[in-house]
Structure formats: C-alpha cells, structure tokens
C-alpha cells in the first residue's frame, strides 16, 4: 500500500453544511461546501430539514470536489468521513454515502471524529501558515461545542476544560436573537462589535471551577438586561446595537481568554492553537495574538474557510489515519455523541 502518493475524498455533514474536498498527501485540492440557507427563517438549525437538504447536496457536492481537484474516483486512495459527533441525521447522509462509495470502489473507509479534525485542520499544508509542534493547547469554539484540549499527539488528545451547558457559539446566536439580529447572528455581533465601544455596557462573567465554561447565566443576564433597558427607552437597542454587540463581544473573549491563560499557566505549554466556527471572529483573533506578545505564546489560527464545518478537515485526518492503516469496517454507524478520547 502506497504512502507517497495518497488521494483521501473527504466527506463531511456533521450539521448543516454538505462538504467534500480531496486531499493529494497534506495538500487540499478541492475543499467544496454548499450552505443551507432554510434555516435562517428558523433562527436555529432543524434537523430534518438539514438531513433533507444533505439527501439533495452530496452527490453534485462529491461531483465538484472531483472536477475541481480534476481527479478520477478510481484515483482515490480512501475516503473519509464524519462519523460524529453531530445530528443523528446529517452524519447518517454523510455516513451512508460514504460507506457505498468505498464498498464499490473497494477502497478503505476511514472514521473521522469532527472535533480532532477542528483541531488537526492546523496541518493540512497552506503556504504562509505554520503548523504547532507537540504538545499544544487547542480552543475548539464552535456553535455546539467550547473546549480547551492538551494535544500531545495526532491522536493522543485530553479535554482538560469545556462547557457545562452552551456552547459559545450559541451564546453568540442566542444573544444576536434577543438584538432582534438574523440568524446566524455570531459573525453580525462580530461586525457590529467593531463600531462599538466594549466597555460601555458591563455583563457578569460566570464563576465556574478548574477550566471550564458556562454561558447559559451570561445569555439570561443579556436578556434581562435588554427588557429592562427597552422598558426604559423602547429604541435602546437600536440607539445602542454596536455598543451592546462591542460590550457582548468583550465579556466572552474575556471568559475564553481567562480560561486559556489558565490552562497555559497549569500546564505550562506556551503554544496554543484555536479551531471551529467561532475562531473565525475577529475579536478573538485579536485577543489571541495580543496574548501572544504579553505571555510569550507561540500561537496558530487556521486560514479562514479551515474554522467553519469543511470536509477539508476531515480530509487531513483521513491523511494521517491512513498512514497508519486505521480503516474503518463496513458495518459502522453514525455516532452523534463521538468523544474525542474515544
């Protein structure tokens, strides 16, 4: 079995984005998504619309990264997939075609966990992009997930620090809908937390132990604060959006940020790497490189179309588990709860 030469198809539909790509070795050839709009009239994802939509996607999807990486399936070395975690639905599309498409190409198939490859999307080769060394601390923030994990090898992993009930990205989304904001309303907090001032409205961090994260409190204190301040002035939001977005923005990059520094200073590792949905806002990314010159941190933030759900990700991934011929039997199901120490 050849190791100079490998071509994983990568497919991914863990939530509501149906994406393929093709990786040649560490290089993306193709990296093809095609979002789901429907849910924006929902102000959420739905899940059967979603698993519909993917039914409808995969094939013209699969197609595209093929021509765009101008390959041959009998190309192919193996392909990957998102087994989980994520909705029971979405991964059984994914899963399904995925499992088919081996069996008749008769190529190896190759489980893929969503969170390790938010993280291991730093090796997938770009130019101008460094990749960490082991060990390093990972921030994977996302719409369903907010974790901090001690990665020590490709797939030697710890969670040392992750949420005890929202995620961050939720937190962003749930905030944007109280603001009367569309769906999805984390990168708009992001745009309009640019124009305002952070510090102009004060909302309470939670106190939560060790390095973990909670933001169910800090969604409620936005709530209450808002009907208050409406009852007071019935155009306050509108009168103070980027404020209140800026002073959002600046409490959650501060519970991330403190918990970060934290888990540098435990564990004594200096080079930190963020990854998911939510590294792709600016204030974070600020944050994180202001960081880097006060502690002395050696720090990786991934190119942009590498932060959101991509299949380009789960490509790499396929990369190295087929390195070292870590194929998955025929007979394997999707796995909506799919830690990454499993």
Known sequence: MSTDNIYILAIESSCDDTSAAVLHNKKVLSNVVANQKIHEAYGGV???????AHQQNIVP?????????????KQLSAIAFTRGPGLMGSLLVGT?????LAMGL???LIE???????????????????QPSFPFLAMTISGGHTQIVKVNDFFSMEVIGETT?????????????????SYPGGPLIDKLAQKGNPKAFTFPKPKVEGLNFSFSGLKTAILYFVQRETKKNENFIATHLEDICASIQYTIINILMDKLKKASKETGIKQV?????VSANSGIRFALK??????????????????????????????YKYLSQDFTKEDITAQPRYYITE
């Open 61 to 73: 999807v699969v197609h595209q990264a093929l021509a765009k990486a101008n390959i041959d399936k």
């Open 96 to 100: 399904s075609f995925a499992k088919s």
């Open 165 to 181: 009930d929202d995620a961050v990205g939720e937190a962003y989304d749930k905030s944007a809908k109280i603001l009367g904001l």
């Open 273 to 277: 790497a963020i990854g998911g949905g």
């Open 290 to 319: 202001e960081a880097e010159k006060k502690y002395g941190w050696k720090t990786f933030i991934p190119k942009f179309e590498y932060t959101t759900d991509n299949a380009a990700m789960i490509g790499i991934v396929g990369h």
């Open 112 to 130: 893929v966990n969503h969170m390790q490859a938010h993280i291991l999307a730093h090796f997938i080769e770009e130019e101008d992009f460094e």
């Open 46 to 52: 739905v899940p059967e619309l979603a698993s519909r």
């Open 106 to 108: 008769n190529i190896p």
